[in-house]
């Protein structure tokens, strides 16, 4: 009976993800940013964990903030372990807020080419996304 449950979780976890207008900053340097909208469609919440990618050594879970030095409004970034992405809700990862920091580039990205990301989710679900690099 269990194993019923969790492949019927699996199946649904398959097909209650929607990935909308994603895309990787153009760097000239050894990072980059990737940002994108996740949505789920689904009843379950998903719990994103992670990613990655061939062009990257590595692609952390990142998000930003904003916080007050000697008077001043110093922003930062920090990773985040996972983000979850409520039932019939979304999740977007944008410049200034929640992002992909793809780490230790294995060769310069040029505009318009496109990077293949595997998002990876709790429970083991993999979903691949082709995103364009675009200078923005």
Do not use: C
Request: hydrophobic share 45%; glycine share 10%; proline share 8%.
């Amino acid at each position: 009976m269990r194993r019923w449950i969790g492949l019927l979780f699996l199946l649904a976890l398959a097909s209650a993800q929607v990935v909308r207008e994603g895309w990787v900053r153009f760097s000239p340097g050894p990072n980059a940013a990737a940002y994108l909208t996740l949505e789920n469609p689904g009843d379950l919440p998903l719990r994103l964990v992670g990613a990655r990618t061939p062009v990257a050594e590595r692609v952390e879970l990142h998000e930003t903030y904003v916080r007050e030095v000697e008077g001043k409004k110093v922003m930062g970034m920090r990773p985040v372990a996972f983000l979850e992405v409520p039932p019939k809700g979304r999740v977007e990862l944008k410049p200034g807020g929640y992002h992909f920091m793809l780490l230790g580039l294995k060769r310069p990205l040029k505009a318009g080419e496109e990077v293949e990301l595997d998002l990876l989710f709790a429970g083991g679900k993999v979903l691949k996304v082709v995103l364009p690099v675009e200078v923005r």
